[in-house]
């Protein structure tokens, strides 16, 4: 059974994904800062659980940004049932992020979508560091390039974002948030001491973060230098910053980042640094392809009230492949009249639909990826409503 996670499920929601710490950071972040319901914050999301004998199996939640956070300890099988469970959300879903297993699975069904353009389909390498004491820079042996890292501040973001811009083209990772958000993205971050930066006299060259937080567990991310500064040690200088400061000042007792498998480079940095790689991880990203507006539209009401939106063709027509719901119709001063509804595979084949039914002027089609059992549904919703003369069961 899945469900919305309520108040009073936090204590065994936050039990579940502390059972799969290193990566469920992003669902634990978000969860304590936000809650479980959606609000404005981009970061926000309905939280939804995933119960199987009374024991909550698997977590997740579709933030307002469009990424949907997963965790479910590798359980593949939940994939297709918790893509259907977030066709309820206005949301649409641009990208998965969590355990590889799981993310994987929800990629390739996204991925069964015309509609669907994927950009990012990265397999990432989790790394895991304890900290100690000992991590503490003392600032008389401080490196050279050390003695110029300094947490950011709020000041900063006029140098920190064309940096962050860099890195995020550099990975084609997605902005997802207007200039607006971003600058106050950052500048929330850096009050809390969690951006990091390099300086070359006045220049900001190296950059990285704390992108999320829980308990005593910090995750690095948005590590980046400039090209033309970089195998000088900066991005070295900025973790060594991060681990220091996220014991002595955070107080954290390990920390978790992920990097590209093939990143060879960063790898080799991290290792270098003590993180020891624990799993794989998955960030994944894509758009959506804007669809052109037919000519016609009509509104259907559902007997549960729901309204289904469906484009208008003549009839015969044909039309272009992809699963979806029909309703053969026939249209008499300005009424529409239901004849069949029903649903399809692939809409294509419906040219061949061996309808009984005479006076079929039009098809009403709706183009629809989910799976077969809920797009019987709308056909049920639909029919309690509509019932064509003839129809006793699901097409």
Same mark, same amino acid.
Request: glycine share 8%.
């Given at each position: 059974?899945?469900r919305?996670?309520c108040q009073?499920?936090?204590e065994?929601?936050?039990a579940?994904?502390?059972a799969?710490l290193?990566?469920?950071?992003?669902?634990?972040s978000n969860?304590?800062?936000?809650?479980? +319901?959606?609000?404005?914050?981009?970061n926000?999301?309905t939280y939804?659980?995933?119960?199987?004998g009374?024991h909550?199996i698997a977590?997740? =939640?579709?933030?307002r940004r469009?990424t949907?956070?997963v965790?479910?300890?590798?359980r593949?099988?939940l994939?297709e #049932?918790?893509l259907?469970?977030c066709?309820s959300?206005?949301?649409?879903?641009?990208?998965v992020i969590?355990e590889?297993?799981? +993310?994987q699975v929800?990629?390739r069904?996204? =991925?069964?979508?015309?509609?669907f353009?994927?950009?990012?389909n990265t397999r990432?390498a989790l790394y895991?560091?304890?900290?100690?004491d000992a991590?503490?820079i003392?600032e008389?042996?401080?490196?050279?390039?050390?003695?110029?890292?300094?947490p950011?501040?709020?000041e900063?973001?006029?140098q920190?974002?064309?940096?962050n811009?860099?890195y995020l083209m550099?990975?084609?990772l997605?902005?997802?948030?207007?200039l607006e958000?971003?600058q106050e993205?950052?500048?929330s971050l850096a009050?809390?001491?969690r951006?990091?930066?390099?300086f070359?006299?006045?220049s900001l060259?190296?950059?990285? =973060?704390l &992108?999320a937080?829980y308990?005593?567990?910090?995750q690095v991310?948005? *590590?980046?230098t400039?090209? #033309?500064s970089?195998r000088?040690?900066?991005?070295?200088?900025?973790?060594?910053?991060?681990i220091?400061?996220?014991?002595s000042r955070h107080?954290f007792d390990?920390?978790?980042?992920?990097?590209?498998?093939? &990143?060879?480079?960063?790898r080799l940095?991290?290792?270098?640094l003590?993180?020891?790689f624990v799993?794989?991880? +998955?960030?994944?990203f894509g758009?959506?392809r804007?669809?052109?507006l037919?000519q016609?539209?009509?509104?259907?009401?559902?007997?549960?009230?729901?309204?289904y939106t469906?484009?208008?063709?003549e009839?015969?027509t044909?039309?272009?492949?992809?699963p979806? &719901?029909?309703?053969?119709?026939s249209n008499?001063a300005g009424?529409?009249?239901a004849l069949?509804?029903?649903?399809?595979?692939?809409l294509a084949e419906?040219?061949?639909?061996?309808?009984?039914h005479q006076?079929v002027?039009? *098809?009403h089609v709706?183009l &629809?990826?989910n799976?077969?059992a809920?797009?019987?549904?709308?056909?049920s919703d639909? +029919?309690?409503?509509w019932?064509?003369?003839?129809q006793? #069961?699901?097409?």
């Amino acid at each position: 059974m899945i469900r919305d996670v309520c108040q009073s499920d936090l204590e065994r929601v936050r039990a579940f994904l502390e059972a799969h710490l290193d990566s469920s950071l992003f669902l634990l972040s978000n969860l304590a800062a936000y809650g479980p +319901a959606v609000g404005e914050h981009p970061n926000s999301g309905t939280y939804r659980l995933v119960e199987e004998g009374g024991h909550t199996i698997a977590v997740f =939640c579709l933030t307002r940004r469009g990424t949907l956070l997963v965790q479910a300890g590798g359980r593949a099988s939940l994939a297709e #049932a918790i893509l259907e469970a977030c066709e309820s959300d206005p949301i649409e879903i641009t990208g998965v992020i969590g355990e590889w297993s799981t +993310a994987q699975v929800l990629w390739r069904l996204l =991925c069964d979508d015309p509609r669907f353009v994927p950009n990012v389909n990265t397999r990432d390498a989790l790394y895991a560091r304890p900290l100690t004491d000992a991590d503490v820079i003392n600032e008389r042996e401080a490196s050279p390039q050390e003695a110029v890292v300094r947490p950011l501040g709020p000041e900063d973001f006029a140098q920190w974002e064309p940096l962050n811009t860099a890195y995020l083209m550099e990975l084609n990772l997605p902005w997802q948030i207007s200039l607006e958000q971003r600058q106050e993205e950052f500048e929330s971050l850096a009050r809390e001491h969690r951006w990091w930066g390099a300086f070359d006299g006045r220049s900001l060259i190296s950059i990285g =973060c704390l &992108n999320a937080v829980y308990g005593r567990l910090g995750q690095v991310g948005g *590590v980046y230098t400039a090209p #033309a500064s970089r195998r000088m040690g900066w991005s070295r200088a900025v973790m060594r910053a991060i681990i220091s400061d996220s014991r002595s000042r955070h107080h954290f007792d390990r920390l978790v980042l992920f990097t590209g498998e093939g &990143n060879r480079g960063a790898r080799l940095l991290y290792e270098s640094l003590g993180f020891q790689f624990v799993d794989t991880f +998955a960030l994944l990203f894509g758009s959506r392809r804007s669809q052109a507006l037919t000519q016609e539209r009509h509104k259907w009401a559902g007997h549960s009230g729901e309204i289904y939106t469906y484009d208008i063709h003549e009839w015969p027509t044909r039309l272009s492949p992809g699963p979806g &719901n029909f309703i053969l119709a026939s249209n008499a001063a300005g009424l529409w009249r239901a004849l069949l509804i029903g649903e399809s595979a692939d809409l294509a084949e419906l040219r061949w639909h061996p309808t009984r039914h005479q006076g079929v002027t039009h *098809v009403h089609v709706r183009l &629809n990826f989910n799976p077969v059992a809920v797009r019987r549904r709308e056909v049920s919703d639909l +029919a309690s409503r509509w019932r064509p003369p003839g129809q006793d #069961a699901v097409v």
